[in-house]
C-alpha cells in the first residue's frame, strides 16, 4: 500500500514539476528577450520598466501585438508612469499610455498599464500593433 501511495505522489510532483518547469523556463525567455528591449537604462528604471513589460506581456499574450505595444509605448512615454506630454500642443496625457485622463498621474504603474489596454481595445479594435501604424503615420494615438 505504501508502495502506491508514493507512486500516486511522485506522479502528482512530477506532474506539477514539469509545468511549474514550464513556467520558469518562459519567465527566463521573456526575461532574456526584454534584455535586450531595455538596455540603457539605471538599474532602478530598467527593474521598474521589465515589471511593467512583464505584466504587460501577461496582459497581451499575442506576441506580435506585444511587441507592437512596447514600441508603441517606447515612443510614448518611454514606460514612464510619471510622462507628461501634450497632445496636438493643447490637451495634456499622462502616464505610460499617454491618456488624457488627470485621473492616470495619481495611478499606480500597473493600473496605467491596464487603463492604456482598455483604451486600446476600444480605439483600436484590441491591436497594440493598430496603434502603432496609427502613432507612425500620425504622431499622436
Known amino acids: ?29 521573456l526575461s532574456v528577450a526584454l534584455t535586450d528591449i531595455s538596455y540603457g537604462l539605471e538599474s532602478k528604471d530598467y527593474k521598474a520598466k521589465n515589471s511593467y513589460l512583464l505584466f504587460a506581456h501577461n496582459q497581451v499574450t499575442d506576441y506580435k501585438e506585444f511587441k507592437c505595444l512596447v514600441k508603441a509605448w517606447d515612443i510614448e512615454s518611454k514606460w514612464n508612469p510619471k510622462a507628461v506630454g501634450n497632445k496636438s500642443g493643447k490637451q495634456r496625457v499622462y502616464g505610460i499610455p499617454q491618456l488624457k485622463n488627470e485621473k492616470v498621474k495619481n495611478l499606480d504603474p500597473f493600473t496605467q498599464i491596464l487603463w492604456g489596454l482598455k483604451y486600446i481595445d476600444h480605439r483600436y479594435k484590441g491591436s497594440p500593433c493598430l496603434l502603432l501604424d496609427h502613432l507612425l503615420k500620425y504622431g499622436y494615438s
Open 1 to 29: 500500500m505504501t508502495r502506491r501511495i508514493r507512486s500516486t505522489l511522485s506522479t502528482r510532483a512530477a506532474l506539477a514539476d514539469s509545468s511549474r518547469r514550464v513556467s520558469l523556463t518562459a519567465v527566463l525567455l
